[in-house]
């Protein structure tokens, strides 16, 4: 029983350890990109500003208002 739950222990401890290394590769790869990190500091700017739309029907209307024009 007790190897048992060792090796359940360092199954769990692999898990986290892949997860926070495709967390790490995740951000390596935003802080890499110069169009993401615009991106990025555009939509701060945005929710800074208040320019911001919250909810499906908001959402719908924006993408009908581009539709249309």
Known sequence: MVAEEDRRSVHQAVI???ETYLADRETDEIMADAET???LADARDAVASGDVEYGTDAVH??????QAS
């Open 37 to 39: 990190l615009r991106a």
């Open 61 to 66: 209307a924006l993408v009908q208002g581009r």
């Open 16 to 18: 986290v350890a892949i």
